[in-house]
């Protein structure tokens, strides 16, 4: 029996390479348009380390081992806490604001489905030490830079953002306990996620008292800003801070991305402030990404209070959207581009095939060769199917010191000194 890939995880075949390779390079472009700048860490953590801070839905999924020295450890889920972490080991040296991207490998042993994978990519932009919301704008602006220069407008995607600031100020005021703000957030963030009566039985699970309960689910119903009204000082600086968002983000031309919605509310436990997720706008996909503010992460985890804000975008959704709206164009993806393909008019030329291939190479050209040679014709179309740019054929005038340049495309062809051809592939 042939050995198939583990539920949840994908192969990629060079096809598939190219589409993610595709994805990834321009995630690490619009990351450094906005300045940012490239860290990793390691595949696997300290299982402790999840279970301090990211909330139970994630400890649940993780995949995690003991070693041979007994660490209990895990792979990674996510990276927020490799970065705080990271980040907190060298905090008085970095300079701050700390402006960093990556693009991990990550694994969560969730249920397939549509979007969600139990092994997937994921680009993370975080920026610490900055407090003002200008941080978050500039998170959400590099997010939304990337996916509009994939071709996707503001009629496809949606940034939806909230506050978990305003909305604790908000519950707070409804009747909610601080103690249960984390339970709460982690039912309202399963409302689109789950059938009607199963989210009020969480609800009910979280609240038991029905006013309370009554009173969260009518600001839950809220379409717009203008609707809430918050009471406190804590909450009117929230919905300040959101208004100064919102603001930041027409200045920064893409305000038509941007909807208030209370509902986001976001799975993890860290978030302390501003949170969004972004959409298809049919809102027929899981999220294309999510982020938000984590004020307290780093010194949860030993470090001084540093503000950080950042966001998570996997591929696999993004990837199931461009496709359907016609944007992973075969042209666009970063395939083998062969410059020359080397071929022989008749087998005595078969080595001269290989150091002239070998050459070009070193000149930094692309360039292949046949293994089996066999007659011209054959090899000319493998140099056809191989899409290389130009044949380069050895043949009777090769004695001479010539060579036959061809042109694939237009099939015109050239008789050139073999000197000239190697002083041509000197790149000026
Ligand atoms: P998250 O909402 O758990 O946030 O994940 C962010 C994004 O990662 C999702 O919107 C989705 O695109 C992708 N994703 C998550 N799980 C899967 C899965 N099983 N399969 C495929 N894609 C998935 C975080 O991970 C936060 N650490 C993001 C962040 C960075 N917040 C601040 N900085």
Not at 89 to 111: D, G, M, N
Request: glycine residues 8%; hydrophobic residues 40%.
């Amino acid at each position: 029996m042939k050995i198939p890939a583990v539920k949840g995880t994908r192969d990629f075949y060079p096809p598939q390479m190219a589409v993610r390779n595709f994805i990834v390079e321009g995630w690490k472009a619009a990351s450094r348009r906005s300045g940012f700048e490239e860290y990793d860490g390691p595949i696997f953590e300290y299982l402790s380390m999840y279970q301090m801070k990211s909330g139970e839905e994630i400890v649940e999924q993780l995949f995690s081992l003991t070693d041979r020295g007994g660490r209990q450890l895990a792979i990674r889920p996510e990276m927020t806490p490799t970065l705080a972490r990271m980040v907190n080991q060298q905090i008085h040296t970095l300079p701050r604001p700390i402006k960093w991207f990556s693009v991990p490998r990550l694994c969560r042993a969730e249920r397939p489905q549509k979007g969600r994978l139990r092994e997937f990519f994921q680009w993370n932009l975080d920026i610490v030490g900055a407090e003002d919301v200008l941080a978050d704008a500039e998170v959400i602006f590099c997010a939304v830079d990337y996916l509009r220069s994939t071709g996707l407008t503001a009629q496809d995607i949606v940034v939806r953002l909230s506050s978990r600031r305003l909305l604790a100020a908000l519950l707070k005021e409804a009747g909610a306990s601080e103690e249960q703000l984390a339970a709460i957030y982690g039912v309202l963030d399963k409302k689109a996620k789950v059938p009607a009566e199963a989210f009020e039985a969480m609800l009910q699970g979280a609240v038991p008292s029905d006013q309370t309960r009554g009173r969260i689910l009518q600001i839950m119903n809220s379409q717009s800003l203008d609707e809430l009204e918050p009471k406190t000082s804590e909450g009117k600086d929230a919905m300040e801070e959101l208004r100064r968002l919102f603001s930041l983000l027409n200045l920064m031309g893409i305000g038509d991305y941007a909807q208030f919605d209370i509902g986001v509310v976001r799975g993890l436990a860290y978030y302390t402030g501003v949170v969004y997720e972004i959409y298809d706008r049919g809102a027929l996909l899981r999220a294309i990404c999510g982020g938000g503010r984590y004020d307290n992460l780093l010194k949860d985890f030993g470090g001084p209070a540093v503000s950080a804000t950042g966001m998570g975008m996997g591929d696999c959704v993004l990837e199931i959207l461009l496709r359907e709206k016609g944007l992973l164009k075969d042209e666009n993806l970063p395939t083998r581009r062969l410059d020359y393909y080397v071929v022989f008019a008749a087998e005595q030329w078969a080595s001269e095939v290989v150091r002239l291939a070998a050459q070009i190479r070193l000149a930094g050209w692309a360039c292949d060769f046949s293994y089996k040679g066999g007659n011209l014709g054959k090899q000319l179309k493998q140099a056809d199917q191989s899409g290389a740019e130009r044949a380069v054929i050895l043949g009777e005038e090769f004695n001479a010191g010539k060579l036959i340049v061809k042109e694939m495309k237009s099939g015109r062809q050239e008789e050139v000194s073999t000197d000239e051809f190697l002083a041509s592939l000197k790149r000026v």
